[in-house]
């Protein structure tokens, strides 16, 4: 018998697109890359290697390919959510809205959730033995940060249903009415001034370039003969950069596809037209590399690591800044120089750093891997309203908590999430209790099942 990973690479049936599952892994690798380069840090705090030189922001066109990640989602929640409708009883009225939810969370939040807790345990113990200044305060602050991450995406899964009946229903339309949607968000925020509405476009933003993703799930990206499947991607890569660059080099944008410390608008927080056009691009690039990965992937090596990769992906996304952290921590430790960020030293330093960091985070993902293996998914139904109520607390609890961080835990820090101040504490309440409503809605029976 081989390893799990060649059993499962071998048993994989030549129907799965594998290349939305290379894109997967690829886009949150390019993530983790992009922070442990960005990371600038001195013995006097962590800054942002963008900000120290500038002529790099173009890199972020390359670089911020979270819009690639909430694509191939959209594809694999609207194949998901379909193969669950066809497996409903048949007569059966019961919403098969919590068994999606829980199928679709469960390699998200039970890594979530471990991460949480072991991180909020060490940040009270830290503080109570009157820790937490210094690098390990940022680390405190910064390592909850890449949870927005997670309660974007559970905001996708979450609002698939309704989103994919409109796709059904209006194509093309329904992306149209959200990319329309983010555009006249941002109107009002610049050339009317209107308070707040900016925060709208983490909604229409991020749900449209899900869109895309249905699309693809029903070949309306880059179906027909050669020349014609390549004639639509084209374009959307095409007319995306084009007014990307437009709107940077004549609107209210900034260069910077991330965030940047200090500035006045930001593409990403919250997210701006520019941010979709550069989505779009995005999008209509990677398809165009379809065919050339798709005979890449045919071989078993390649899948393989693929496949290996896949089964880790969200472990070591979660852990990667605790593992970036942990080296410029022992560096500190160990009276290591840490050069000033983009000297000649520094650069010459940084593929050591990054290997050292990669090492850690595999360590860390041996020690909590397993917590991304999905339990067993018998039910096709459960209770939606309970699982809608679950989804709504863990959204809100992961969000709280990118914003608010673990500093600060005796002094009951608090940061605003939609006017109201949340504390650390009560943000993995949220989290928690949602996540837990989830799983016990999604493993309900329907009525006249056996059990």
Known sequence: MGSPVRVLAEATPDTRD???????????????????????????????????????????????????????????????????????PEGSTDSVYAAFLRARLQRLL?????????????????????????????????????????????????????????????????????????????????????PYVEFLNFAFVWLAVHQLGFLRADGRLGAGPALSALRRPALLAGGGLITAVALVAFGPYPLSM?????????????????????????????????????RLLARPRAWRTVVAANGVAMTAF?????????????????????????????WAQTPLRLAVAAALTAVLVAAFRTFERPAPTAAVQ????????????????????????????????????IAIPVSAPAAVAMTLCGWLLVERAGRGRGRGQRP
């Open 110 to 194: 039970r890594p979530t959730m471990v991460f949480v807790l072991v991180w909020g345990v060490a940040a009270l113990l830290i503080q109570l033995l009157g820790g937490g200044g210094g690098l390990t305060g940022v680390t405190l602050r910064l390592v909850t940060q890449p949870l927005w991450f997670i309660g974007i995406y559970l905001a996708m899964v979450a609002f698939t249903p309704p989103l994919l009946r409109l796709h059904e229903r209006y194509g093309w339309g329904a992306f149209a009415g959200l990319a329309g949607a983010a555009a006249a968000v941002d109107v009002l925020r610049f050339a009317a001034g209107v």
């Open 382 to 417: 459960g209770h939606g309203p309970l699982a809608a109520l679950g989804a709504t607390l863990t959204l809100l609890g992961v969000l709280g908590l990118s914003m608010v961080g673990f500093a600060g835990l005796l002094e009951g820090r608090t940061a605003l999430l």
């Open 258 to 294: 991330v965030g940047m410390p200090g500035e006045k608008v930001s593409n990403m927080a919250p997210p701006t037209l520019a941010l979709l056009c550069h989505g779009l691009w995005l999008v209509g690039a990677v398809e165009l590399l379809r065919a050339p990965a798709a």
């Open 18 to 88: 594998r290349y939305v599952d290379l894109l997967r892994v690829a886009s949150l690798g390019a993530v983790v890359l992009g922070h442990w380069m960005m990371a600038a840090v001195t013995p006097d705090g962590v800054g942002n290697l963008l900000a120290v030189v500038p002529a790099l922001q173009p890199l972020t066109w390359l670089l911020q390919v979270m819009p690639v990640f909430f694509f191939v989602g959209g594809f694999a929640h609207a194949l998901s959510y379909r193969s669950l409708l066809r497996k409903r």
């Open 318 to 346: 979660l852990w990667h800044l605790t593992a970036m952290l942990g080296v410029y921590g022992a560096m500190l430790a160990l009276d290591v120089p840490l050069p000033e960020p983009a000297t000649a030293a520094w």
